[in-house]
């Protein structure tokens, strides 16, 4: 059975560091790309950007790039989302979803991580 | 790169049909058959219904389905069921340089 299991909420400061992770099992990790997708409270869903697990190769929305790093480590199976430095603009749901063979959709979900950031 | 767009709101009863469109540009809905929808109830991940303009992943019911005309893709659903009561997401493939756009959202209330 394929499952992204994602880590736990975390509420943060203005201005900390934060990384979250999706690990994937049931499947060949690194044979899908994985994405990461944001919900701010009550809005809808937001692509960021997505990697290639087996040579961690990345895109990123125009949107999110440069605030925002995508990474992953192929030998335990996860992708992880990191921020340097964390905004109140930051709170959101955040999910991982597994792209399809072709990169045309997103067929697994994550449960989503709810990131707080709240001085 | 803009959000897709779609209507904040649709309603039917149940047993009836509905239809949520998802309006983009040349760039992304009109130039790749690249669509996706997905649904999500409250609390919860989204889950894909539709892919390619118009597949159904295994598992997901023949109520629904999907068509694309120009900058426009439509997601139908038939036979109204309460459960159907959710919010719509569409996505498109916007490029190399922006990869993945997403609509803003349709919340489908049964009635």
């Known amino acids: 059975e394929v499952q992204l299991v994602q880590s736990g909420a975390e509420v943060k400061k203005p201005g900390e560091s934060l990384r979250i992770s999706c690990k994937g099992s049931g499947y060949s990790f690194t044979s899908y790309w994985i994405s990461w997708v944001r919900q701010m409270p009550g809005k809808g869903l937001e692509w960021m950007g997505r990697i290639d697990p087996s040579d961690s190769y990345t895109n990123y929305s125009p949107s999110f790039q440069g605030h925002v790093t995508i990474s992953a480590d192929k030998s335990i199976s996860t992708a992880y989302l990191q921020w340097s430095s964390l905004k109140a603009s930051d709170t959101a749901m955040y999910y991982c979803?597994?792209?399809?063979?072709?990169?045309?959709?997103?067929?697994?979900w994550g449960q989503g991580t709810l990131v707080t950031v709240s001085s | 790169q803009s959000a897709l767009t779609q209507p904040a709101s649709v309603s039917g009863s149940p047993g009836q049909s509905i239809t949520i469109s998802c309006t983009g540009t040349?760039?992304?809905?009109?130039?790749?058959?690249?669509v996706s929808w997905y649904q999500q109830h409250p609390g919860k991940a989204p889950k894909l219904m539709i892919y390619?303009?118009?597949k159904r992943p295994s598992g997901v019911s023949n109520r629904f389905s999907g068509s694309k005309s120009g900058n426009t893709a439509s997601l139908t659903i038939s036979g109204l069921q309460a459960e159907d009561e959710a919010d719509y997401y569409c996505c498109s493939y916007a490029g190399s340089s922006t990869f993945r756009v997403f609509g803003g959202g349709t919340k489908l209330t049964v009635l």
């Open positions: 040349s760039s992304d809905v009109g130039s790749y058959n690249l």
């Open positions: 390619e303009v118009s």
């Open positions: 979803a597994r792209l399809n063979i072709g990169g045309e959709f997103l067929d697994y």
